[in-house]
């Protein structure tokens, strides 16, 4: 069955860094784009970057551009998220899911927590 | 960017009832590219509806989609005790691309 297991997360101070990864498996990984979503304690979600299934092509929120890099590893069927220069709004539980039909997401890991605190 | 709002905030409702759950986009919404997904405490969301109106695998009938352009909705004809949960619209944009949810509708026991 399609599973999706995030890790990486942790507690970080505002400015640091943390690199998150997504262990896939049950699928073929590299015939999928996929998407990191966050969802911040008590709220909704908020989608976060996407990776095309070969990744050529990547996209953004604008609240994370410049500071997040989203990547993959087909060879590992791993997904990462290198996140950079960390706000205190980033605290999060992040998601990694898989894109589907019509740019929707079919399936979501339990998430990583990425917790910013001084 | 293209807003999605989401009414009503709660939905306050009793087994067996009809849900009518709306997701209204402040610009038109491309090829249908509206989902909706279900999220109960603790978990992940859940797939329910791409496309705007097309059922994803497993998902019950009782859960239906529907609309266009900006005004869509989300149906569930006969509340079960395990819908009672915070459901999500979604939508792809292309300027700029990219993912946009909903506040969310949260359908709790009456």
């Known amino acids: 069955q399609v599973q999706l297991v995030e890790s990486g997360g942790g507690v970080v101070q505002p400015g640091g860094s943390l690199r998150l990864s997504c262990a896939a498996s049950g699928f073929t990984f590299s015939s999928y784009g996929m998407h990191w979503v966050r969802q911040a304690p008590g709220k909704g979600l908020e989608w976060v970057a996407f990776i095309r299934s070969d990744g050529s092509t990547k996209y953004y929120a604008d609240s994370v551009k410049g500071r997040f890099t989203i990547s993959r590893d087909n060879s590992k069927n791993t997904l990462s998220l290198q996140v950079d220069s960390l706000r205190a709004e980033d605290m999060a539980l992040y998601y990694c899911?898989?894109?589907?039909?019509?740019?929707?997401?079919?399936?979501w890991g339990q998430g990583t927590l990425v917790a910013v605190s001084s | 960017e293209n807003v999605l709002t989401q009414s009503p905030g709660t939905l306050s409702l009793s087994p067996g009832e009809r849900a009518t759950l709306s997701c209204r986009a402040s610009q038109s919404v491309s090829s249908s590219y509206l989902a909706w997904y279900q999220q109960k405490p603790g978990q992940a969301p859940r797939l329910l509806i791409y496309?705007?109106?097309t059922r994803a695998t497993g998902i019950p009938d009782r859960f239906s989609g529907s609309g266009s352009g900006t005004d869509f909705t989300l149906t569930i004809s006969r509340l079960e005790p395990e819908d009672f949960a915070v459901y999500y619209c979604q939508q792809y944009g292309s300027s700029p691309p990219g993912l946009t949810f909903g506040p969310g509708t949260k359908v709790d026991i009456k």
């Open positions: 899911a898989r894109g589907y039909s019509a740019w929707s997401v079919d399936c």
């Open positions: 496309a705007a109106s």
